[in-house]
Structure formats: C-alpha cells, structure tokens
C-alpha cells in the first residue's frame, strides 16, 4: 500500500507548473500509480482553473488587445485528421516500450516514464547485488533506475542537496521507514539512511539526486571523494 | 447550431456554473460543426483572462498574448479533444495553458527537449515521442574504483584503507603504522592524486 505522497506544497506547485522539471517527472509517475493523489491532482487543477477565471481586468478592452487573433486562429484547420495519423504512426512504438529489462525480469513502468525508456543507459553493478542504469533527462540531469537485488544495500549516506525516490516494483526499508511499491520519498541533509530490500523479489526504484550523494561508513566512504561521478 | 445569446452580453456576468454549461456546448460546436460563432464566444470568455493570468506568470505583455494566442490556437484546432465529463471548459483551457507556459519557460531557457509537459500532464497528447538518444557520459562504477584502489602502491593502499573505509583518524593511523603524522598526510594526498589521474584516463 502506498504511504507516502508528495507534500501538498509540491502537489500545488506541480499542477502550477512551477516545479522542477525533473521533480514534476516524479511526482506525475507517482500519480500514474496512486490513485489518491491523482484525486488531489484534479481538484488542484480544478481550484486553480476557477482562479483563473476570476482573473479579469475590468477595464478591458477587448478589441484594441487581441485584434485579428481569433480571425488567424480560425483559420487553421482542425487536428482531427493530423493527430490521428501521428497516434497511427507511434502506437506500434508506444505498445513495445512500457518496461524496462534486468537479468531476465520486465519491469512495467508507470506512464509518464515510458518515453524515457529509449534514454536509460546500460545497467552497471555498484557494489553486490545492486544495480544502476542511469537516465538522460537532458539538462535537467540525471535521474537513475537503481535494482537492489534481495539482501542489496545502498551504502549508508547522507545528502548535500536532495534525494526524490520512486519505488518502482518492490519494497525496500531504509531504518526509518518501510516502502513499497508507488511511494514517493523525498530526502534532504538531515537524514542519513540505508537503504536495503530484504524480500526475494528485490526492489526497483528510479531516483533522482541534485548534489552528489555523502557516503558515512564502510568501504563507500572511499566513493567520497568521487561520488561526483556517480551520482549527478 | 446554437441561438439566442446576444453578442453583446457582457462576460464578466455570467457565473461560473451556467457558464461551465454554456462553454461545453460552445466547444461541441466547435468540434462537430467548426463553429466560428461558438468559438468567438469561447474566445472572448477566456483570451481576456489567460491574458491576465499569463501576465502575472510571465511578466511580459509579448509573451503572455504568445501565450494566449497558443492556448486558443489548440482550444480551436483540438476542440474535438475536450471531454465535458472528465471536466470543465476552464479547468481543460487551463491545462493546456499551464502546458504551454512550461513548455514556453523551458525553450526560454535554453533547454532543448528535456521533460516535456507532455510527459507530465497528457491532456493534449497525440504527440509523436521523441526517439533521439543523446550518448550517455561513461560511467565509473564501484567496481572499477576498486580494481584502482587495488593498483595503488602498498603503503598508499594501507593509509587509504585505513582512513577512508575503517574510519580511522589520520592520527591514529599514524601511530598504528608506527610513521610520522606528515608521512600518513602525504600519503593520503598522492593515492587521491592518482586515483584522480586514473580516473581521468578512465575518462
């Protein structure tokens, strides 16, 4: 079941548009996969809409401001005719493309994230039984799919910037809390965790980090000084 | 064909929920018969209050009729598209404007194809998805810094070892190893300084 959700602030600024690109990209794969805030979604959507409306000068003059606008727009043809020949032309892409591919398991991924898929690079094994394959989002960084295989760990750490998380498929535990599959986790500097999946199934999480991440024990502390290479 | 609404009638009156009615019946219009009357209504209700709206996002008069100019231009050309039970004409028109503005607020800054508002909000989404693959940078993984810290001379090896992985202090590596405080510091800073060479060339 599903316990955590964005924060109502990132849900407003979500339906706003003012949020961050790659975090919007979280937050709608979150909705695809929970109905609940897709609920919320809509009645923000709804409440800002209504806003908008409200929004008008009263002094407004209409004719000096749009001049032949409305003549140039109606001038344009209908897309009916286009859109079906593009949703023709991408359906056979769009059918094949919905999961992603480790050691032999098909892993579905939630809507938004389907054109992604063609921007995932190859997997490469950290450290044990974890995996990461990482995601062009172009200049918006990079966001990485992480597999942690049963009994995987992520290297105890901390953050310098921002750590949102998506759990895929699976469930996994970090010592503060347990997650499942569709919960969205959000993590600054003032947590230090570490993360593990203990279930057979292993647990796939796509996950995006601002600042390099800050490793505080073991073997991972010698990443330190790098993990500017790893996590960007 | 809809009748009897005076053009003159004055926007700002109509309330929001008869109006809601009024506004889906106008965008059927518009999809089934390219009705340009229907479409002037719709126009007028809400070009003036995008206008308002996107000039409190954007701040600029040239952007925000761009903005306006859009929204409408896909209201006209994809009336067909609007659901009148998944929602209200507002809150439809609304959605492709914000889609619009992120879409505008991306290209502004000189992003080329990133997220894209398609991907996040599918309101209008007969888009053809993008299949260029930009090359992925090379990717060190923990294992290949292993196999570099393997390479490194004994004695660095055994300074970075016990520093970084056991957690020792510098000094106390110092008078574990039985050697000057000075020596354990220069030999933490050459086995970084080749591990970074390395993993430049690694580059």
């Given at each position: 079941m599903i316990k955590f959700h964005p924060s109502p602030q990132q849900i407003t600024e979500f339906v706003v548009g003012s949020l961050t690109p790659a975090v919007s990209l979280l937050v709608s794969a979150h909705c695809d996969m929970c109905e609940q805030c897709q609920m919320r979604i809509e009645s923000e959507t709804e409440s800002l809409a209504a806003d908008m409306v409200l929004e008008?000068?009263?002094?407004?003059d209409e004719s000096a401001q749009f001049g032949d606008m409305l003549s140039q727009i109606t001038q344009a043809p209908s897309s009916i005719e286009s859109d079906a020949r593009t949703s023709k032309e991408t359906s056979s892409f769009k059918e094949k493309s919905v999961t992603i591919e480790l050691d032999g398991r098909a892993f579905k991924l939630p809507r938004t994230l389907h054109r992604y898929i063609d921007k995932t690079g190859n997997w490469s094994s950290l450290v044990g039984k974890l995996w990461q394959a990482p995601v062009d989002l172009g200049n918006q960084g990079v966001a990485n799919f992480i597999f942690m295989g049963s009994g995987g760990s992520v290297p105890e750490h901390t953050h310098r910037g921002t750590e949102y998380t998506l759990v895929i498929d699976g469930e996994f535990s970090d010592g503060l809390a347990n997650y499942d599959t569709g919960d969205f986790i959000f993590m600054d500097g003032n947590k230090t965790h570490t993360p593990k999946s203990d279930t057979k199934e292993g647990c796939l999480v796509f996950s995006i980090v601002d600042q390099p991440l800050h490793f505080t024990s073991g073997?991972?502390?010698?990443?330190?000084?790098?993990?500017h290479l790893f996590f960007r | 064909m809809l009748v009897g609404i005076p053009l003159e009638q004055s926007n700002s009156t109509i309330k929001p929920k008869e109006c809601a009615t009024e506004m889906s019946e106008y965008l059927v219009a518009v999809a089934d018969a390219r009705c340009k009357r229907s479409f002037s209504r719709v126009f007028n209700y809400f070009a003036p209050r995008l206008r308002s709206y996107a000039l409190k996002q954007m701040g600029n008069e040239a952007l925000a009729m761009e903005l306006v100019q859009d929204t409408m231009s896909n209201v006209w050309q994809k009336?067909?598209?609007?659901n009148a039970e998944k929602g209200s004409p507002s809150t439809w028109i609304f959605t492709i404007a914000r889609n619009i503005r992120f879409d505008m607020l991306r290209k502004l800054q000189n992003r080329?194809?990133?997220?894209?508002s398609d991907d996040l909000w599918?309101?209008?989404?007969?888009q053809t998805a993008d299949l260029n693959e930009a090359p992925l940078d090379e990717q060190v993984t923990l294992e290949q810094i292993g196999y570099m810290f393997e390479a490194l001379p004994v004695k660095q090896k055994a300074v970075i070892e016990a520093i970084?992985?056991?957690?020792?202090s510098q000094q106390e590596v110092a008078n574990e190893l039985s050697i000057p405080l000075g020596t354990v510091k220069s030999r933490t800073r050459l086995a970084l300084q080749r591990l970074k060479g390395m993993l430049n060339d690694n580059d």
């Open positions: 008008i000068e009263e002094s407004f073997l991972a502390r010698l990443l330190n000084p790098f993990s | 009336a067909h598209l609007f080329k194809e990133d997220v894209c599918p309101v209008l989404c007969e970084y992985i056991d957690g020792k």
